[in-house]
């Protein structure tokens, strides 16, 4: 069974598209691309995942069930935002984290944060922009979730710290889940990548192997990322 399929999803935002009825299997132990320009529809697809908004037709299933509280508990979400309150230290975060979500590794976040050299007593608001990032992302790879649905983890960050995120992500999910990273940066995250999936004005225009795409085309990811996409 895929860890997450869309069966004719659609989504309608007045008279726009953003998703098309689209269909699509995404399977465990594999990092995969959701990989399209602003406006494709990739935060539509993941919104409709976590049951953040609801589908105007079609159907998107985690391991079989439609967005819900079972689901909810299964998949680890990252949005394309500070989602955080900034008047909360890390440290009231993990305990929040640690109350809220029944998988979640204290001693993994922790591990993380010390990576990074972060005293946890610090204050949101406090940190760089960069340095927020980072912990959101390190709260949502600190659950032992199935499902890691991650919207343009490394946009608003230097190279440097998209180097960092990437490790992060791919060293603290486990082979029995999925990750899925929303972007259009394809050169910063090729070298992750399992799989990979364009959409291109809520349509699903490709979904292939990265290894087999570039022994098919003689073209990296990203090459071929600016040929479908190019204005």
């Known amino acids: 069974m895929a860890l997450l399929e869309c069966k004719t999803l659609a989504k309608r935002y007045g008279e726009v598209a953003a998703l098309d009825g689209i269909d699509l299997s ?44 079972k689901t909810k508990a299964k998949v680890a979400y990252l949005p394309d935002r500070d989602f955080l309150p900034e008047y909360m230290s890390t440290a009231q975060l993990l305990d929040y984290y640690e109350d809220f979500f029944a998988d979640f590794d204290r001693e993994r976040a922790l591990g993380m944060l010390a990576d990074l050299g972060l005293d946890a007593s610090g204050r949101l608001k406090e940190l760089s922009r960069g340095t927020r990032e980072k912990v959101q992302l390190i709260l949502t790879m600190s659950r032992r ?87």
Do not use: W
């Open 26 to 69: 995404l399977e465990a132990g594999k990092v995969i691309g959701l990989l399209g320009p602003n406006g494709s529809g990739k935060t539509t697809l993941i919104k409709l995942a976590n049951g953040l908004i609801k589908p105007t037709s079609g159907q998107v299933l985690i391991e079989g069930m439609a967005p819900c509280v």
């Open 145 to 231: 979730a199935h499902a890691y649905l991650l919207d343009e983890p490394i946009a608003g960050v230097d190279p440097a710290a998209r180097d960092y995120i990437l490790r992060t992500i791919i060293s603290n999910y486990s082979p029995d889940s999925l990750v899925l990273i929303s972007t259009h940066l394809i050169a910063d995250i090729e070298s992750v990548l399992d799989d990979v999936v364009f959409l291109k004005q809520g349509h699903v225009v490709l979904h292939e192997s990265a290894e087999d795409l570039r022994e098919r085309t003689g073209k990296s990811v990203d090459s071929l990322f600016r040929e479908v996409f190019a204005c």
